[in-house]
């Protein structure tokens, strides 16, 4: 009976250890259903701080089709953070598919440890060297908990040395100039086919068409053009990148 219980008392040992174990590892989360660039797990930006950071990357992501996500955790639990970073990347598949262009900046807070990394496509461009001397440059604002005008800088940093890469081969511009022009022709067709029948007065017809419809057209167009579908469209990580204490 006594080694029974002394088996026993072993397994329960064993499993309790194991528990522990397991629960001081950090998790990386699901793919939440639409990725957003921030996300604060540590509660140390405020509403407006993660609401504006989101707009800026959101409209960056747009104009250049790079992804950054910015990832704040209360603690690594031991865990490398050049390793968890790019982990997190693959796992969330931050970048496009075919351009590996997304960067995870990480930020733990107790282990004031900060970690950027690389997709592939945007190492020739945010090398090693350039996040170590970037990191260098916003380490005396973490230092004073300043992280929202830490990241602030880093993102300045980023976009200035990435300059025009990966800029978005679909010009705006143009796109909105050819769907005026096939909406021009639709209204002269059917102003011209009204006019021919006699059904409505001219006068009339300018007014509903060019008061009314084109201004619901060029909203609904400019609607759609502000529209956010997430990121994580299959970027792969291991491009490289740094770590540093604060």
């Known amino acids: 009976m006594k080694k029974i219980l002394k088996e026993i ?10 528990t522990n174990f397991v ?31 989101n707009e800026r990357l959101i409209q960056y992501s747009k104009k250049t089709s790079t992804e950054i996500l ?11 953070p050049n390793f968890l970073a790019s ?14 262009n997304g960067i995870i900046i990480l930020l733990s807070i107790n282990d004031k440890k900060i970690s950027i990394q690389n997709g592939y496509g945007i190492e020739p461009y945010l090398t090693d060297f350039t996040t ?16 929202y005008e830490a990241i602030d800088i880093s993102l300045k940093e980023i976009f200035r040395t990435m300059k025009n890469e990966y800029i978005n081969k679909e010009n705006k511009k143009n796109h909105f100039s050819k769907w005026n022009l096939a909406f021009s022709i639709s209204v002269f067709l059917i102003m011209f086919f009204f006019l021919y029948k006699k059904v409505i007065d001219p006068t009339s017809l300018l007014n509903i068409l060019f008061l009314t419809n084109i201004t619901n057209l060029i909203k609904k167009s400019s609607d759609n053009e502000d529209s956010f579908d997430g990121f994580g469209e299959g970027g792969n990580f291991g491009g490289g990148g740094s770590c540093e204490n604060w």
């Open 9 to 18: 008392s072993k397994i329960l040992l064993i499993l309790l250890i194991f």
């Open 23 to 53: 629960q001081g590892q950090l998790n990386i989360p699901d793919n939440p259903k639409k990725i957003y660039p921030v996300y604060d797990y540590a509660g140390v930006l405020s509403h407006p701080q993660i609401q504006k950071l």
């Open 132 to 147: 170590r001397r970037l990191i260098q440059k916003i380490k005396p604002l973490l230092k004073k908990n300043l992280y």
């Open 70 to 80: 910015i990832s704040i955790v209360p603690d690594l639990y031991g865990e490398d």
């Open 87 to 100: 982990k997190w990347g693959n796992k969330w598949h931050i970048g496009k598919k075919y351009k590996n």
